[in-house]
């Protein structure tokens, strides 16, 4: 594996991709991709699973963890293992899972920046990777669904771009899907947990993850991390999936948005869950779920 010329003296910015590995359905699995290094931080890294076949159109996945934990490696655990990954690839559609800093780490807007690194990470190395990016979906669920409707609202904000990793290639994308994601971080409700939960939690957790998302934000400044603010007549089309029964993330912050994007005249489809707790807990056809969102994936970057 070599190092791209940086462009600044020290450390490399991002790394070329590693040779893949062919997978026995004929696609290609390429792990560990370093595609952004923030100065000070961890390396930022990708997944990436590619079809068999011609250059397919690429879905960027975010995971969720409530801005605090989580893995690009694993999905909810109402999902089997990779489910989503392998129904992405079976429908012809690559799909990046990705890394992002969590809000301990440093606070809002770096999540969106490390996003923003990846897509353009993805489109400068399009022909490397057996990718097209003419095409681009990003979608996540909870705290990577908020992260991912940003991606997909902010393109026209060049403030809220990112100056780490590739830079130079656009980070707008074409559709986003958003499972159970915050949309709103001033109607979201201080959630309490029962104390006997409270009490087995590190002190970290006593605070609401906006909390530390957004620290010492005030303004503009705390209102541009909220995808409400974004949602303007040029915002791409949104699938939202959400539990009407949601108390992590109440079910009323995707119709927020919703009415928010429809209201601008953007095609939105809002798809309630009836009965349905946070990452579908109590669902008893999240297959059915997966299979609507990768449907609507492959027709919108058909």
Do not use: N
Not at 228 to 244: C, D, E, K, N, R
Request: aromatic content about 6%.
């Amino acid at each position: 594996m070599s190092t791209e010329a940086p462009e600044w003296a020290g450390p490399a910015r991002f790394l070329t991709p590693p040779e893949p590995t062919l997978r026995d359905d004929g696609g290609r699995h390429v792990a560990g991709v370093t595609y952004a290094v923030a100065v000070g931080y961890r390396p930022l890294q990708l997944d990436l699973w590619v079809p068999s076949g011609p250059p397919a159109p690429v879905v960027v996945w975010v995971h969720g963890g409530g801005f605090m934990f989580g893995d690009r490696r694993y999905l909810p655990e109402t999902l089997r293992p990779d489910q989503l990954f392998q129904a992405l690839v079976d429908a012809g559609l690559a799909v990046a899972t990705i890394d992002y800093r969590y809000a301990l780490e440093a606070p809002f807007p770096a999540q969106l920046h490390d996003a923003k690194a990846a897509v353009r990470y993805l489109r400068a190395h399009a022909d490397e990777l057996g990718i097209s990016t003419e095409r681009m979906a990003v979608a996540g669920e909870s705290a990577g669904a908020h992260i991912a409707a940003l991606v997909g609202l902010t393109a026209h904000r060049p403030d809220l771009e990112g100056t780490h990793g590739v830079v130079g290639p656009s980070s707008a994308v074409d559709v986003v899907v958003d499972w159970y994601g915050p949309a709103d971080l001033t109607t979201m409700p201080r959630m309490e947990l029962p104390p006997q939960i409270a009490a087995k939690l590190p002190p970290e957790m006593a605070t609401p993850p906006e909390e530390h998302l957004t620290r010492g934000l005030t303004g503009a400044a705390l209102a541009d991390a909220s995808p409400i603010t974004h949602v303007t007549p040029a915002s791409p089309p949104f699938l939202l999936v959400h539990g009407t029964a949601d108390w992590v993330v109440p079910y009323a912050q995707s119709e927020q948005l919703h009415a928010a994007l429809t209201a601008a005249g953007v095609e939105a489809r809002l798809v309630p869950v009836e009965g349905a707790q946070h990452i579908f807990d109590g669902h008893d056809d999240v297959d059915a779920l997966v299979a609507l969102t990768v449907d609507h994936l492959a027709e919108a970057l058909a």
